[in-house]
């Protein structure tokens, strides 16, 4: 059967606004047994020439040849130099990849914690007290489901590919532990949107703080309250730490690597960073990753965290496994949504809940999970994705308002607990980040296979300009090496600036 496809060429396509729809899912399995992917950007690229060659002379795809606009948008591609482009709802092309999630309802709306009416906020209330009272051992206690993410279970992943997904899986299972006391089945968790002061209900039983009923280890015993800042403390934390800017700017990236950051050499200055600014400008409990989940304020600030995630999904087209994988570039990031072995997210996959990285990808369909449409952050989808360097083929502009200051090279495995790492101009602090990880780092699975990490400052030229520039390494915990942390024992890291580039 002929695919129904546009009738006039583009003449200024990109990769995400049309080529990535071209190629259908028979199309993408036919050439993987070959070693090209036709869902990926790079590979797309780097056989572009011999691509044309074939559709040009009508051989691919087999038994279904691109008509002579199609041909024609994707020669303009390669003459305009393969840009990337953002995402479009507008495309001819759309759904032909199956890139978007059908258009279903979800049945679980999760909506801004201050939106709540009166009787929601009372059923909340109710669900949050009943965990809470359920012995450490019942699987839908509160205990249980916060021991995974810290003490004395472990089990999370940060600043690794598969940070997203995991916490996706973490609140779809403290859902459903809310959803299990009677008379609240229909209970969904809220979001706090993080561009609003903390609301006042957060400062309220039973979502002011938790206590533990158990010892978990590591000096955290039985009766240990957690505890957290002042409104106003927080809100300035924010401003500090870039939270909100990092997460505006993660919302303009259109590749998954820069979405999440860091990973795979990216710039650690969106999604990962804010995460972990946040968490450490909340209070001392969510500061440390043993036990931040036992703070209530955890899955509000995590809800909003994954509806962020979403929203960047459903703007790329990427609410599909298909979709998503088009905005993904290195294999490291690839390989948890394409190999069984690494699609696993424990204990959740073995679960009641059986999640895996695959599942998760579509919140609404699979998950039944959609969000509310308040307090939408503006996405600016017209600022370029500005990188450290480009391939020698692609042409770039030079943006020479702005550097960036990278620290890299961090073994993180012997600082005690979360940190702060400040950029210094003639020994004055111009700006600083937070890394949000736990006190004994070195005993952490997910810490010890991701210690070497980095950090990225992207600031104007005029800040870091005509003075000394230095690094100082503050732990959070002063008691074991004040509050400079030698660089020697974190591998003496070093720092490169640089001018900042774009492709568009």
Request: net charge neutral; proline share 6%; glycine share 6%.
């Amino acid at each position: 059967m002929t695919t129904n496809k546009s009738n006039d060429a583009a003449s200024n396509p990109t990769w995400y606004g049309e080529i990535r729809y071209m190629f259908t899912k028979t199309d993408i399995a036919h050439m993987l047994p070959h070693g090209i992917n036709l869902g990926d950007y790079l590979t797309v690229k780097s056989h572009a020439i011999s691509i044309f060659g074939q559709i040009s002379a009508g051989r691919m795809p087999p038994g279904n040849p691109w008509p002579a606009d199609w041909q024609t948008t994707f020669s303009n591609w390669i003459s305009n130099g393969y840009p990337q482009g953002t995402a479009s709802t507008k495309s001819k092309l759309l759904g032909l990849n199956t890139l978007a999630a059908k258009t279903v309802q979800a049945t679980r709306i999760r909506k801004e914690i201050s939106t709540l009416s009166a009787s929601e906020l009372a059923l909340l209330k109710k669900a949050f007290t009943a965990i809470m009272k359920k012995e450490p051992t019942d699987p839908n206690s509160y205990y249980l489901h916060a021991s995974w993410h810290g003490l004395p279970s472990q089990y999370c992943m940060h600043h690794a590919p598969g940070y997203n997904p995991w916490h996706r899986a973490f609140l779809v299972g403290f859902e459903n532990a809310l959803r299990s006391v009677p008379g609240c089945e229909n209970v969904t968790l809220p979001y706090w949107d993080l561009n609003t002061s903390l609301p006042e209900v957060l400062s309220q039983p039973p979502f002011d703080s938790y206590t533990l009923p158990v010892d978990i280890g590591n000096g955290y015993k039985e009766g240990y309250v957690t505890t957290r800042y002042k409104a106003a403390e927080i809100a300035q934390n924010f401003k500090t730490y870039s939270v909100l800017e990092d997460f505006n700017r993660a919302s303009t990236k259109t590749d998954w690597e820069d979405y999440t950051g860091m990973i795979d050499n990216r710039a650690n200055n969106t999604t990962i960073a804010a995460h972990d600014g946040g968490h450490v400008s909340i209070g001392d409990s969510m500061a440390n990753q043993q036990v931040s989940a036992f703070d209530p304020i955890f899955w509000f600030y995590h809800c909003n965290l994954d509806r962020l995630f979403w929203q960047w999904q459903s703007e790329m087209q990427a609410t599909t496994l298909a979709g998503l994988l088009t905005t993904i570039q290195s294999d490291n990031s690839r390989r948890i949504f394409t190999v069984p072995v690494w699609q696993a997210l424990a204990p959740f996959t073995d679960g009641p809940t059986a999640l895996t990285t695959v599942k998760i990808v579509d919140s609404v369909t699979s998950l039944d999970v959609n969000y509310d449409t308040q307090a939408k952050p503006t996405m600016m989808k017209m600022i370029p994705t500005t990188k450290g360097s480009t391939f020698a083929s692609d042409k770039f502009f030079v943006h020479t308002d702005k550097v960036n200051a990278r620290v890299k090279g961090i073994n993180r495995l012997k600082i005690p607990g979360s940190f702060k790492v400040h950029l210094l101009k003639d020994d004055k602090i111009i700006a600083s980040r937070a890394v949000f990880q736990p006190n004994e780092a070195d005993k952490c699975e997910n810490c010890v296979e991701n210690a070497i990490i980095h950090l990225d400052f992207e600031l104007p030229l005029t800040k870091v300009s005509k003075g000394k520039l230095g690094v100082w390494v503050e732990p959070l915990d002063h008691s074991q090496f004040g509050d400079h942390f030698p660089h020697k024992m974190m591998g003496n890291p070093t720092v490169n600036v640089r001018l900042l580039l774009s492709n568009e």
